[in-house]
């Protein structure tokens, strides 16, 4: 009859699921479903997002819990107090979202009492205050809970140093300081203000940092705990007053001339018995971390990363010329050849050196008009050779410069915090024109010298060949002979 069992019975038609009125009821249903769902996945995840910078969900509270037993670095391990989400036993630090049984306060303090450490004592005394607390700190911002805690007063701690103190922690004297400070208040750069727009900082508090980083091993964060800012604020302080002090280098850093050539060779005369010398030249390592890229051309002899500083000294241990940052495989001869000052000496060499000075060099150097280095001993010197090489020991005043440069800012010992390349070399630069407004204001502080190594450097493959060029050399050394 072709008429449906269900249409017999009833008189109407079946809906089935290919029917669209069905469809369009079930697709109703559904999203109805699906919206009373969502807008209770997103009430519940409202509840436990921590509102604030770097929007997270909230550590969700689990406890309590108490201390079983205590664990290096910091680390407690602690079981599970009655019943309730979370694992039976695990292990946390101080900041876990974990609460700690109050209970165990008492543990706590028996930790501290039976602790012979000062600084241990203050972190029992710290745990077991924040045991103490109510779940309820759990929900303090993370800001609040990572801050570390700052110096408000450092500055005013150091003005009330005395002097030996002073010196031992600036490397410097206080009068030297004070006038670095005179002058960078003159300066146009020490306007620094925060970014969160706090007060400016002041010129003395920003030279304070920058000396007592460079005297010191600190790191910047440790440098930002001292003088109570952060850390971005201590590097930009440390960089900002960098560029100043090479911006006002070349008024200590220079080439002598006229009357300040005349008494550099007098004093050389005096010292060395050699006639025309206005300095000498050598060179120094500064240890680095290993670079990102060809890494392997800064690993040096001694088997460090480093990068090469070449200083040409006068008489009296003050930098007339610097040039830093080459890699610490690099020769002593190589890098001069690579220096600013090799090309200046090329191309106007009757400026630099008048009336036919020169400055003295070690055997690393090439024999040059302007630079005479000691006779390389393969051995077979006669008394004459010898005896110029002593005299023309030039390495002993340059090492002593590096000894005191070194001895009195420590930062020299590692730079484990950079690895820009000329971020240190703005530092060493700085460090060398601080070394000699030392020299210049008769800073009489004492420091405990780094004696330099007077090893060699490893004779290049061409040598020989260059050795050929000695002609000023021996005219020196025939004059030296006539004399004694």
Same mark, same amino acid.
């Given at each position: 009859m072709?008429?449906a069992p269900?249409k017999?019975? /009833?008189?109407l038609?079946m809906?089935?699921?290919d029917?669209?009125?069905l469809?369009t009821m079930l697709?109703?249903?559904?999203?109805e479903? #699906?919206? $009373?769902?969502r807008?209770?996945?997103?009430?519940e995840a409202?509840?436990?997002?921590?509102?604030g910078?770097?929007?997270r969900?909230?550590p969700?509270?689990?406890?309590?819990y108490?201390?079983v037993?205590?664990?290096p670095?910091?680390?407690?391990?602690?079981?599970k107090?009655?019943v309730? =989400?979370?694992p039976?036993? /695990?292990?946390v630090?101080?900041? %876990?979202?974990i609460?700690?049984?109050c209970g @165990?306060? =008492?543990l706590? %303090?028996?930790m501290? !009492?039976?602790?012979?450490?000062?600084?241990?004592k203050?972190?029992f005394?710290?745990?077991?205050?924040l045991?103490?607390?109510?779940s309820?700190?759990s929900?303090?911002?993370?800001?609040?809970?990572?801050?570390q805690?700052?110096c408000?007063?450092f500055v005013d701690?150091?003005?009330?140093? %005395?002097d030996?103190?002073?010196k031992s922690?600036f490397?410097?004297?206080? $009068?030297?300081? @004070?006038?670095l400070?005179g002058?960078?208040e003159e300066?146009e750069?020490n306007?620094?203000?925060?970014?969160?727009?706090k007060a400016?900082?002041?010129?003395?508090t920003?030279?304070?940092m920058y000396?007592?980083?460079l005297?010191?091993?600190? /790191?910047?964060?440790?440098?930002?705990v001292?003088?109570?800012?952060?850390?971005s604020?201590a590097?930009?302080i440390?960089r900002r007053v960098?560029a100043?002090?090479?911006?006002?280098?070349h =008024?200590?850093v220079?080439?002598?001339? %006229?009357?300040?050539? =005349?008494? $550099? /060779?007098?004093k050389?005369l005096q010292?060395?018995?050699i006639?025309?010398?206005?300095?000498?030249?050598?060179?120094?390592?500064?240890?680095?971390?290993?670079?990102?890229?060809?890494k392997?051309?800064?690993f040096?002899r001694?088997? *460090?990363?480093?990068?090469?500083v070449?200083?040409?000294?006068?008489?009296d241990?003050k930098?007339i010329?610097?040039?830093c940052?080459?890699?610490?495989?690099?020769?002593?001869?190589?890098v001069l050849?690579?220096?600013?000052?090799y090309r200046?000496?090329k191309n106007?060499?009757e400026s #630099?050196?008048p009336?036919?000075?020169?400055?003295?060099?070690?055997?690393?150097?090439p024999?040059?008009?302007?630079?005479i280095p000691?006779?390389?001993?393969?051995?077979?010197?006669t008394?004459?050779q010898i005896?110029f090489?002593?005299?023309?020991?030039?390495?002993?005043v340059?090492e002593?410069?590096?000894g005191?440069?070194?001895g009195?800012?420590r930062?020299?010992?590692k730079?484990?915090e950079?690895?820009n390349?000329?971020?240190i070399?703005?530092?060493v630069?700085?460090?060398?024109?601080?070394h000699?407004?030392?020299i210049?204001?008769?800073?009489d $502080?004492?420091?405990d010298?780094?004696i330099?190594?007077?090893?060699p450097?490893?004779e290049?493959?061409n040598? #020989?060949?260059?050795?050929?060029?000695? @002609? !000023?050399? *021996?005219q020196?050394?025939?004059?030296?002979t006539?004399?004694?």
């Amino acid at each position: 009859m072709g008429i449906a069992p269900f249409k017999i019975l /009833t008189g109407l038609n079946m809906r089935t699921s290919d029917s669209p009125e069905l469809l369009t009821m079930l697709d109703e249903v559904e999203v109805e479903e #699906l919206n $009373t769902q969502r807008e209770l996945v997103r009430q519940e995840a409202k509840e436990n997002i921590k509102f604030g910078v770097g929007l997270r969900l909230r550590p969700k509270y689990l406890g309590p819990y108490k201390i079983v037993a205590q664990l290096p670095h910091g680390r407690y391990k602690v079981g599970k107090v009655g019943v309730h =989400e979370g694992p039976n036993k /695990t292990a946390v630090t101080c900041k %876990g979202c974990i609460d700690v049984d109050c209970g @165990d306060v =008492e543990l706590l %303090g028996t930790m501290c !009492r039976n602790s012979n450490n000062e600084v241990v004592k203050e972190i029992f005394t710290i745990l077991a205050s924040l045991a103490a607390e109510s779940s309820s700190s759990s929900e303090d911002s993370e800001q609040e809970q990572i801050e570390q805690p700052k110096c408000s007063n450092f500055v005013d701690t150091i003005d009330n140093f %005395g002097d030996e103190d002073f010196k031992s922690h600036f490397r410097l004297s206080r $009068t030297t300081l @004070d006038y670095l400070i005179g002058r960078y208040e003159e300066s146009e750069q020490n306007r620094f203000a925060t970014k969160s727009g706090k007060a400016k900082i002041p010129a003395k508090t920003m030279m304070y940092m920058y000396v007592w980083y460079l005297s010191n091993t600190i /790191t910047y964060r440790q440098l930002a705990v001292l003088f109570g800012v952060t850390k971005s604020t201590a590097w930009a302080i440390v960089r900002r007053v960098v560029a100043w002090v090479i911006s006002i280098g070349h =008024e200590f850093v220079k080439w002598p001339t %006229g009357d300040a050539l =005349e008494e $550099t /060779t007098r004093k050389f005369l005096q010292r060395k018995q050699i006639p025309g010398v206005i300095g000498a030249i050598n060179c120094t390592h500064i240890t680095i971390n290993a670079q990102i890229k060809d890494k392997h051309i800064y690993f040096d002899r001694k088997r *460090n990363y480093s990068v090469v500083v070449q200083a040409i000294v006068d008489a009296d241990k003050k930098f007339i010329d610097i040039f830093c940052g080459e890699p610490g495989s690099y020769h002593d001869s190589r890098v001069l050849k690579r220096s600013a000052f090799y090309r200046k000496a090329k191309n106007n060499m009757e400026s #630099l050196f008048p009336n036919s000075t020169f400055i003295l060099g070690d055997s690393a150097y090439p024999c040059r008009n302007y630079l005479i280095p000691v006779f390389k001993d393969y051995g077979s010197l006669t008394p004459n050779q010898i005896s110029f090489n002593k005299t023309n020991s030039s390495s002993i005043v340059v090492e002593n410069a590096f000894g005191a440069l070194k001895g009195r800012f420590r930062r020299f010992l590692k730079f484990t915090e950079h690895r820009n390349l000329c971020a240190i070399s703005n530092l060493v630069a700085s460090a060398c024109i601080m070394h000699n407004i030392c020299i210049i204001t008769n800073d009489d $502080t004492i420091i405990d010298p780094q004696i330099e190594s007077a090893d060699p450097e490893p004779e290049p493959a061409n040598e #020989l060949a260059r050795e050929a060029s000695g @002609d !000023r050399r *021996n005219q020196l050394l025939t004059v030296l002979t006539r004399r004694n």
